[in-house]
C-alpha cells in the first residue's frame, strides 16, 4: 500500500555531511509518521528520527541531536535525512520507514519499509 525509496548513501569521512531522501508513493495519506532507522553489522536496527506526517514534529535519538535534522516535502511526498558532522558510529544501513498510527519510535511501530541505503564514515 505504500511503497519507500531511499537515496543518497555514500562514503564519507569523518566530519562531513550526507543528505538521505525517501520518497513515498501508494497510500501515503494514511501515514501517521515516517522516520528513519539504521544497522550497523551485529547490531540491532535503531531509530535514529521521525516526523509527524501531519504535524511536522519531530523526534531524535539522543546521539545525533544537533547534528542530524529530518524534514520534509509535502509537494514532493518526500522525507529527507540531514546529517552533519558524521562519525564513524553513525556508519550503517539507514531504512526509511512510515507507520500508520501513533506508537513508539521503535522498529515494531512502523508498518512500510524501504530497502535502505548504506552509510559509512570513516575516521
Known amino acids: 500500500q505504500v511503497q519507500l525509496e531511499e537515496s543518497g548513501g555514500g562514503l564519507v569521512q569523518a566530519g562531513g555531511s550526507l543528505r538521505l531522501s525517501c520518497a513515498a508513493s501508494?497510500?501515503?495519506?494514511?501515514?501517521?509518521?515516517m522516520g528513519w532507522f539504521r544497522q550497523a553489522p551485529g547490531k540491532e536496527r535503531e531509530f535514529v528520527a521521525a516526523?509527524?506526517?501531519?504535524?511536522?514534529?519531530?523526534y531524535y535519538t539522543d546521539s545525533v541531536k544537533g547534528r542530524f535534522t529530518i524534514f520534509r516535502d509535502d509537494a514532493k511526498n518526500t522525507v529527507y535525512l540531514q546529517m552533519n558532522s558524521l562519525k564513524p558510529e553513525d556508519t550503517g544501513v539507514y531504512y526509511c520507514?512510515?507507520?500508520?498510527?501513533?506508537?513508539?519510535?521503535?522498529?515494531?511501530?512502523?508498518?512500510?519499509w524501504g530497502q535502505g541505503t548504506q552509510v559509512t564514515v570513516s575516521s
Open positions: 520507514a512510515a507507520a500508520n498510527r501513533l506508537g513508539l519510535l521503535r522498529p515494531s511501530s512502523f508498518d512500510y
Open positions: 516526523i509527524s506526517w501531519r504535524s511536522g514534529r519531530t
Open positions: 501508494g497510500r501515503t495519506f494514511s501515514s501517521y509518521a
